[in-house]
C-alpha cells in the first residue's frame, strides 16, 4: 500500500524567475517561470492559492467548491524592491521577489503560513509540489478519514479512494498508519506547539492523487500527481472559525429525518422477507429500540442492482409498508457495478446510452464485482447522473426509505482501474481526473432520485468513499472494519477526524464488520457508540451472530440499557444535528475543538464531545474495571447524576458494565425524550429538561430544535427553536427560555418538567419573558 518514492521532490523545478505583477479582481497575479501565479483574498481571513499548468488555469479543479465569491474583499498590495505584498483587516502575504517564498501571518505577527525559501512551489511533468515550514512540536488534525491517533505529525499520508478489503487483506491486521482509506478530504489544520488557539488550516483542492509529508520535523509538504494546485489558506485562529469558513465554500449537511439518527439493524446476510420480520418481532419483544432495517447485496436478484429476489422476497411494497406500520424503515444497498448481462434492462439502455465508463479506446471499461463482468456508470456525465436519480426514483418507489451507497471508491476488482476512463462535455478525462469524486458524484446522483421520488421528504444516503464536499449529499461510515478492540479505539480518532474535515454525519459499524465479535466487546462498542452521529449494528457474512441478544442476558441488558440512552436523548442529539447543518460545527469532536485554549487536550484520543454539552469517555480496553478521564477547564457533571467534578485535571472513575462513563458541562440544559421504541413514536410533548446547576458565576446557553423530522419544507418557519440562557449571580440562579413561538407563556411542552442536578436550587425561571412558579415547573 505504502509508495514512500512518490514523497520525493528531490528532482522537482522550483517555480522561480522573474516577477511580472498584475493586480486581479481580487488580488494579484504574477507570471513566474512560464506560469500563472494567483493569490487572491476569497475572504478577510481567507487566502487561495492558484498556479496555472501550461498558463493555463482548471476551474473549478473539482466540485468540492460551491462558491469561492463572496464579493470583492477591501485589500491593499504593495510593492518593493525585495516584496510584493497582499494585506486584509485579518492577514498580510508577502512574496520574496527573490526567493518566491510566501510568508503569510495575522496582524498580531503570528504566522499562518511560511513556504521554505527557493523551494515553496515545485513541479515535475503533471506532478506539482508544495514545502513549508512548522516546528517539531506542531500538531497536524484533520485530513478526513486516517487511522491512528488525532495528531497526525510524523506520518505520510495519500488520498487516493481505497476499498481497503481488496488492497491489503483483512482489516484486522490494518496498524494505525494504515493508508489510504476509502475517503479523502485533502483540508488538514496546523497548531503551532505551545499555541493551539492559533490554528490556520489548508485545503488543497484538487481530486487527483495527492499526498502529505508530515515526517519532516523542519517541515511539512503536499504534493499532486496531477491536476494544478489550488490551495484554500484559513487563518483562523479558531478551529470553530475555521471549520464554519471551510464548510461555507464546501457546503454543508442538509437537515437529516429524525429517523437516520436512530438504531440500525444491518447484516451481510442471505435472509428473506420472513427471516426480516422475525427480526422485527425479536426488536419488539425484547423492548430494544430500532428505527430500521438494512439489507444488503443478497436481496437482488443475482447481484443486479435495482432488482429484488423474488423468491426470497416475493412483494418487496408489501414488505415495507408492513415494516413501516411497525414503525420500521427500510434501507436497500445500491451498488455502482451494473452486471453486464444482455437480457438485463438496466445493462441495456446503459449501453445504449453511453452511460458507462469507457477505456481509451472507447469500448465499455469491465471489471469484475460481485455480480461478475460489471460495467460502471460514468457519473461524470450529467446525462448519467439523470438516468441513474431515475432508476433510484423507480426503485424507491415500492417503499425504501433510505439508500446505502457501496463500493464507490470506486472498486472494480482486479481488472485495473488506470483503464477506466470518463467523459466531460465530450472530453476525455484519464482515471485520476475522477476517482476521488466518483462517490460523491455518485451520492449526488442518488439524492436527486431521492428528491424525485419525493420533493418535500428529507432525503437519507450512506456512502463508504467520498470526496471534499461529500457532507452535502450524503452521511459516512468507516467502512470495513474489524471485530477488536483496536478498531474500536480506531473508530473514535476516525470519527473525530472526519468531524472536524466537515462531514458530522459519521460512525463505525458497531461490533465490527469482519471478525467474531465478543460479548464485552459488543456491549462497550454499543455503550461508545450511543452519543456517536451515526448508530448501526452491521457485520458480514461467516462470522458469529452480533445480535444484542445474540449473547448472555447481562451483556443484552447492557446494550438494551445502551440504545435506550440513544433514544432518551434524541432531542439533544437532534438539535446538535441541526446546529450542525447551520454552522458546520462537527457533532462528534474532539476536545481540542471546543477547548482550544488547552494544547495537551490535542493528545486526547479517546475521548470525544457529542456537540456541545456532553463529554463522552468510553471504555476501550478488554476487561477494564475503571478508566481515567480527562476534563477540561469548567465544571463537570456525571450524566444524570449531581456528581460534580473541577475541569482542568484528570480522574479516575468506574467502568461499571451498564454505562458508559459520561459528562455535562456545569450550565447545561438538556433535553431528555420520554422512552420509545423507535423514532416513529417519538414526541417532545413529554421532554424533561435536565438543568445542571452551575457552581460559578456567569452565563450558559443551550437549544432545542423542534420539527416533524422527515419534510424539508421551510425550516424557519415549520419548526420551533428553543433557547435556555441559564444565569448564575451572587448564589441566585435564574433560566430563561425563549421559544421562537412567541405565543408561549407557560412551559412549553405538555407534561415533562424541569430536574435540576447540583447543590443549590433554580429560583427564577422566565418564559419569553414572563415569570413562571418554580415549584409547578420542578419535578
Known amino acids: 500500500m505504502k509508495k514512500p518514492e512518490t514523497f520525493d521532490t528531490?528532482?522537482?523545478?522550483?517555480?522561480?524567475?522573474?516577477?511580472?505583477?498584475e493586480k486581479c479582481r481580487r488580488g494579484v497575479e504574477l507570471a513566474v517561470g512560464g506560469e500563472r501565479f494567483r493569490l487572491e483574498a476569497v475572504r478577510p481571513d481567507v487566502l487561495k492559492i492558484s498556479i496555472s499548468k501550461g498558463g493555463s488555469f482548471d476551474e473549478p479543479p473539482t466540485g468540492a467548491v460551491l462558491t469561492d465569491d463572496f464579493g470583492i474583499n477591501l485589500f491593499s498590495l504593495d510593492e518593493t524592491a525585495e516584496h510584493i505584498s497582499l494585506s486584509t483587516d485579518c492577514l498580510r502575504a508577502e512574496i520574496d521577489r527573490e526567493t518566491f517564498a510566501?510568508?503569510?501571518?495575522?496582524?498580531?505577527?503570528?504566522?499562518?503560513?511560511?513556504?521554505?525559501?527557493?523551494?515553496s512551489f515545485l513541479a515535475l511533468n503533471e506532478r506539482w509540489a508544495m514545502s513549508c515550514r512548522s516546528g517539531a512540536g506542531d500538531t497536524f488534525l484533520g485530513f478526513g478519514q486516517k487511522t491512528g491517533a488525532l495528531d497526525k505529525a510524523g506520518r505520510r499520508m495519500s488520498m487516493w479512494n481505497s476499498d481497503i478489503i481488496l488492497e491489503g487483506g483483512e482489516p484486522g491486521a490494518f496498524a494505525d498508519d494504515y493508508d489510504p482509506y476509502y475517503i479523502s478530504i485533502p483540508f488538514f489544520y496546523h497548531?503551532?506547539?505551545?499555541?493551539s488557539d492559533k490554528a490556520a488550516a489548508f485545503f488543497f483542492d484538487n481530486g487527483y492523487r495527492t499526498h502529505f509529508d508530515l515526517a519532516d520535523e523542519g517541515g511539512w509538504k503536499a504534493i499532486g500527481d496531477g491536476g494544478l494546485m489550488t490551495l484554500y489558506i484559513f487563518a483562523g485562529p479558531s478551529m470553530a472559525e475555521i471549520l464554519s469558513c471551510y464548510t461555507?465554500?464546501?457546503?454543508?449537511?442538509?437537515a437529516p429525518p429524525l429517523w437516520a439518527l436512530g438504531h440500525h439493524q444491518c447484516r451481510w446476510h442471505d435472509y428473506n422477507a420472513e427471516d426480516i420480520r422475525r427480526l422485527a418481532s425479536e426488536y419488539e419483544q425484547r423492548g430494544i429500540p430500532c428505527d430500521s432495517f438494512w439489507l444488503d447485496i443478497d436481496y437482488m436478484d443475482a447481484f443486479r442492482v435495482f432488482s429484488w429476489d423474488r423468491e426470497k422476497y416475493p412483494d418487496p411494497s408489501a414488505l415495507t409498508a408492513e415494516l413501516k406500520e411497525r414503525g420500521f424503515k427500510t434501507v436497500t444497498i445500491i451498488d455502482p457495478g451494473i452486471k453486464a448481462d444482455e437480457d438485463y434492462s438496466v445493462y441495456q439502455e446503459g449501453v445504449e446510452n453511453g452511460h458507462?465508463?469507457?477505456t481509451q479506446y472507447g469500448t465499455v471499461f469491465f471489471g469484475k464485482v460481485w455480480p461478475g463482468?460489471?460495467?460502471f456508470p460514468d457519473f461524470v456525465r450529467e446525462e448519467t447522473q439523470a438516468w441513474w436519480a431515475d432508476h433510484i426514483r423507480r426503485h424507491v418507489a415500492g417503499g425504501i426509505d433510505g439508500i446505502w451507497i457501496?463500493?464507490?471508491?470506486?472498486?472494480?476488482?482486479?481488472?485495473g482501474l488506470e483503464s477506466m476512463r470518463f467523459d466531460r462535455d465530450g472530453a476525455d478525462y484519464d482515471h485520476d481526473r475522477w476517482h476521488n469524486q466518483y462517490a460523491s458524484l455518485m451520492a449526488r446522483a442518488t439524492v436527486d432520485g431521492l428528491h424525485e421520488a419525493d420533493h418535500d421528504r428529507r432525503p437519507f444516503v450512506l456512502s463508504r468513499a467520498g470526496f471534499a464536499g461529500i457532507q452535502r449529499h450524503a452521511a459516512n461510515w468507516m467502512g470495513d472494519n474489524h471485530s477488536s478492540w483496536e478498531h474500536l479505539a480506531m473508530s473514535i480518532s476516525m470519527c473525530m477526524g472526519m468531524g472536524i474535515s466537515g462531514q458530522p454525519f459519521v460512525g463505525c459499524d458497531i461490533g465490527g464488520f469482519t471478525?467474531?465479535?465478543e460479548p464485552e466487546l459488543l456491549k462497550r462498542w454499543y455503550q461508545s457508540a450511543v452519543f456517536a452521529p451515526f448508530f448501526r449494528n452491521h457485520n458480514a457474512k461467516g462470522y458469529i451472530d452480533q445480535y444484542p441478544w445474540s449473547f448472555d442476558g447481562k451483556t443484552e441488558d447492557a446494550i438494551r440499557e445502551a440504545v435506550r440512552l440513544r433514544y432518551r436523548y434524541l432531542p439533544y442529539l437532534y438539535t446538535a444535528f441541526m446546529l450542525s447543518a447551520e454552522t458546520g460545527e462537527p457533532i462528534q469532536r474532539p476536545l481540542i475543538y471546543d477547548f482550544q485554549d488547552d494544547p495537551s487536550l490535542c493528545a486526547v484520543n479517546d475521548q470525544f464531545m457529542c456537540g456541545r454539552q456532553i463529554l463522552v469517555a468510553p471504555v476501550i480496553e478488554k476487561g477494564a474495571d475503571k478508566r481515567t478521564v480527562r476534563l477540561p477547564q469548567g465544571g463537570w457533571y456525571a450524566l444524570e447524576t449531581s456528581d460534580f467534578f473541577d475541569g482542568a485535571a484528570e480522574i479516575e472513575v468506574a467502568a461499571d458494565s451498564l454505562v458508559c462513563p459520561a459528562y455535562v458541562s456545569e450550565g447545561s440544559v438538556i433535553p431528555v425524550a420520554a422512552p420509545v421504541m423507535s423514532t416513529a413514536n417519538y414526541t417532545t410533548d413529554q421532554l424533561e429538561l435536565h438543568v445542571y446547576l452551575p457552581r460559578h458565576d456567569g452565563s450558559w446557553t443551550s437549544w432545542i430544535h423542534e420539527d416533524d423530522g422527515i419534510t424539508l419544507g421551510d425550516l424557519s418557519e415549520c419548526s420551533n427553536r428553543t433557547e435556555f440562557t441559564l444565569f448564575r449571580e451572587d448564589g441566585v440562579t435564574r433560566l430563561d427560555i425563549e421559544t421562537s413561538d412567541k405565543s408561549q407563556t407557560a412551559f412549553p411542552w405538555k407534561s415533562g418538567g424541569i430536574r435540576c442536578f447540583g447543590a443549590g436550587d433554580l429560583d427564577k425561571v422566565f418564559i419569553n419573558g414572563s415569570s413562571a412558579d418554580c415549584s409547578d415547573l420542578i419535578c
Open 356 to 358: 458507462f465508463c469507457k
Open 10 to 21: 528531490d528532482f522537482f523545478v522550483p517555480l522561480s524567475g522573474e516577477l511580472y505583477v
Open 373 to 375: 463482468q460489471t460495467v
Open 191 to 195: 497548531l503551532p506547539e505551545g499555541h
Open 102 to 119: 510566501l510568508t503569510i501571518a495575522r496582524p498580531d505577527g503570528s504566522v499562518v503560513l511560511e513556504t521554505e525559501p527557493g523551494r
Open 248 to 254: 461555507e465554500l464546501t457546503g454543508r449537511m442538509q
Open 515 to 517: 471478525g467474531d465479535t
Open 406 to 415: 457501496d463500493m464507490n471508491e470506486p472498486a472494480v476488482g482486479n481488472a
